[in-house]
């Protein structure tokens, strides 16, 4: 990811692996498959652990592409770790698996949100 040029880049990449990391994932598919009761919800409505991590994680890159350090970007931090989140383990319509609709998904639904 250090060699993303855009903060595009960076939105994609990592919703691509994080996607396929939960896809090739053995045991947490089984547990989606058996018992989706126990892994959604703790990648959604209870995900304030992942969710502070990946929000520590983007808020360098949202500063290294542009935005100043304060509360905007905390905010705009926030709302990416959560749509990521989101997105990961169900995104509905798009398929992360297509670069050309990661991209899309990127600036329509996730950078439109914050900019």
């Known amino acids: 990811?250090?060699?993303?040029?855009?903060?595009?880049e960076v939105m994609e990449r990592g919703l691509?692996?994080?996607h396929n990391a939960i896809l090739e994932h053995e045991v947490l598919q089984r547990i989606l498959q058996t018992e989706p009761e126990i892994l959604l919800p703790r990648l959604t409505?209870?995900?304030?652990e992942t969710h502070t991590l990946v929000a520590e994680f983007l808020a360098p890159y949202l500063v290294?592409?542009?935005m100043t350090e304060?509360?905007?970007?905390?905010?705009?931090a926030d709302f990416l770790a959560r749509m990521?989140?989101?997105f990961?383990?169900?995104?509905g319509r798009w398929d992360l698996n297509d670069p050309a609709q990661v991209a899309r998904?990127?600036?329509?639904e996730l950078l439109s949100g914050i900019r």
Do not use: C, K
Not at 45 to 48: D, I, L, Q
Not at 88 to 91: D, E, G, L, T, V
Not at 105 to 108: P, S, T
């Open 88 to 91: 990961i383990a169900s995104p």
């Open 64 to 66: 290294r592409h542009g």
């Open 105 to 108: 998904l990127v600036r329509a």
């Open 84 to 86: 990521v989140l989101s």
């Open 45 to 48: 409505v209870e995900a304030n």
């Open 1 to 8: 990811m250090h060699d993303a040029e855009t903060l595009e």
């Open 16 to 18: 691509v692996f994080a």
């Open 70 to 76: 304060g509360p905007a970007l905390d905010t705009a």
